[in-house]
């Protein structure tokens, strides 16, 4: 006989059917029998006129079928596909359509849910890419602030320098004013002690004039040099001596004069300066304060900024994360609950991870201009 396996039947013809079918390559639909394998046992047997037998058994069978193959090797071959024919019975045929559809369902569904999250894995990316410019868009402002704040400690560094100079003329400036004050103080004693003597040698004159009149009133006309001439001849010396000697006290004293007026020039402009060099000193330290509020002011924006930057990529790394372990769970073949369960978290997250970037959003776009660049505040100051 001639055999062919046909789904779960085993068809049998006439020898010759063999030449037809290896010719035709295809088989007749009359054969001389058919056996169902459907819940059939088949296994190797040995029978001494056939070595090669194989057996075919079923619980509804009289008997039993006994084939032989003609050597070992198709033996092997032909209980192999026997025994994967027998399994090919109407109720593992309903059981295989009724699978083939399940799993086709959830291989529409999950295809669905694919598609959904990979539709949601694009708007996350693109809110990521975002997220990343922003970043950029911070580490560039903390450069410029970085570069701004070292600015800063450089003028405050030259306005201290300058405060200091400042503080030395002034102590300089203290120092002349302290002096020309003794001066003043000298050349004051001074006059008033010139213009005492101018004084008495004025008595002394007026008297001595007038011991000189009554000389000349009680003398009689000269006739020839006498003691009281040269009385008289004396006391013109004297008086002479005395008005030179007044005249050169007078030149003193408006020198002491011309020196006190000259000091107290000099001690006004030294007032002046002084005056001068206070309001500098004052104006400096006035823009030394607001400079050190702001220097303040500026370490506080950068330390909340640092802060906000630090929270953002510990949010951007766990968005990463997630999205790392969803594509794994998306791209993996074998699915379980535990990984669905992961995956709902992971999209939970990612979930809030964008709502609390749209609340953000929205809260920076309602803030107003002044608010919103407040970094650039100290620039226009």
Not at 160 to 171: N, V, Y
Not at 227 to 243: A, P, Y
Not at 258 to 272: F, I, T, Y
Not at 334 to 348: L, Y
């Amino acid at each position: 006989r001639f055999f062919i396996i046909k789904e779960s039947f085993l068809l049998y013809y006439a020898e010759s059917e063999k030449k037809s079918f290896e010719s035709n390559k295809y088989f007749n639909i009359h054969p001389k029998g058919v056996i169902p394998l459907g819940g059939c046992i088949v296994e190797p047997k040995e029978e001494s006129n056939m070595p090669y037998a194989i057996k075919i058994s079923h619980e509804d069978f009289h008997g039993n079928i006994v084939l032989a193959a003609e050597s070992e090797f198709e033996q092997a071959q032909w209980l192999e596909m026997l025994q994967e024919s027998g399994k090919v019975t109407w109720k593992n045929a309903q059981l295989g359509e009724a699978m083939i559809e399940s799993l086709e369902a959830q291989g529409l569904q999950l295809a669905k849910e694919k598609q959904e999250y990979l539709d949601k894995l694009m708007e996350e990316t693109e809110e990521l890419c975002l997220q990343r410019e922003q970043k950029e868009e911070l580490e560039r402002l903390n450069q410029v602030l970085e570069a701004e704040k070292h600015q800063f400690e450089e003028v405050v560094r030259e306005l201290r320098l300058e405060q200091e100079q400042i503080r030395r003329e002034l102590e300089l400036t203290a120092r002349s004013l302290k002096g020309v004050e003794e001066e003043k103080k000298e050349l004051r004693s001074l006059t008033q002690s010139l213009q005492k003597t101018l004084e008495e040698l004025s008595l002394e004159k007026q008297q001595m004039l007038e011991v000189l009149e009554e000389n000349e009133s009680q003398l009689p006309p000269p006739t020839s040099p006498s003691k009281e001439q040269s009385t008289i001849w004396g006391l013109h010396c004297s008086l002479q001596q005395i008005e030179e000697k007044m005249q050169q006290l007078l030149e003193e004293k408006l020198l002491a004069e011309k020196r006190m007026k000259e000091n107290e020039e000099r001690s006004r402009a030294l007032e002046e300066e002084r005056e001068f060099y206070s309001s500098q000193s004052q104006a400096l330290q006035n823009s030394l304060s607001e400079l050190t509020a702001e220097k303040q002011q500026t370490e506080r924006d950068l330390k909340a900024e640092v802060k906000v930057r630090m929270d953002l990529e510990k949010r951007l790394r766990e968005a990463e994360e997630a999205l790392q372990s969803l594509e794994q769970g998306l791209n993996s073949l074998d699915c379980n609950k535990e990984k669905e369960e992961k995956m709902k978290a992971d999209v939970s997250n990612l979930r809030k991870f964008f709502e609390e970037c749209i609340r953000n959003a929205e809260l920076e776009a309602k803030m107003p201009v002044i608010m919103k660049n407040s970094v650039y505040i100290h620039k226009a100051a």
